[in-house]
């Protein structure tokens, strides 16, 4: 069973950034395609980016191409989400994702693993 686990999250000014980390464990990390995801309150879950197993290739949201950057590193067996130009619509709940099949799109029915999530605030 894989544990993923977030963090980094935290509140932030708008304009400022914050990196997020995904741990994961019980699992071989490097099989693994990888999402990251978020809810805020009264809307529903959406993609935010995906990579694949190796780190070579990555998608992204609409809405957050050029400020988010996804990456991973499979030694450490964690995926970071770097995100920049904070604004106060990108406040919500994120989370990361694991797919055994490698799968890194926007669909959240693909992923077989969830972590439990880290809060990330921006004030306006």
């Known amino acids: 069973q894989v544990q993923l686990v977030e963090s980094g999250g935290g509140l932030v000014q708008a304009g400022g950034s914050l990196r997020l980390s995904c741990a994961a464990s019980?699992?071989?990390?490097?099989?693994?395609?990888m999402g990251w995801f978020r809810q805020a309150p009264g809307k529903e879950r959406e993609f935010v980016a995906g990579i694949n197993w190796s780190g070579g290739q990555s998608l992204y949201a609409d809405s957050v191409k050029g400020r988010f950057t996804i990456s991973r590193d499979n030694a450490k067996n964690t995926v970071y989400l770097q995100i920049d130009s904070l604004k106060p619509e990108d406040t919500a709940v994120y989370y990361c994702?694991?797919?055994?099949?490698?799968?890194?799109?926007?669909?959240?029915?693909?992923?077989?693993?969830w972590g439990q999530g880290t809060q990330v605030t921006v004030s306006s």
């Open positions: 994702a694991a797919d055994r099949g490698d799968n890194y799109g926007a669909a959240a029915y693909a992923y077989d693993y």
């Open positions: 019980g699992g071989t990390f490097s099989d693994y395609g």
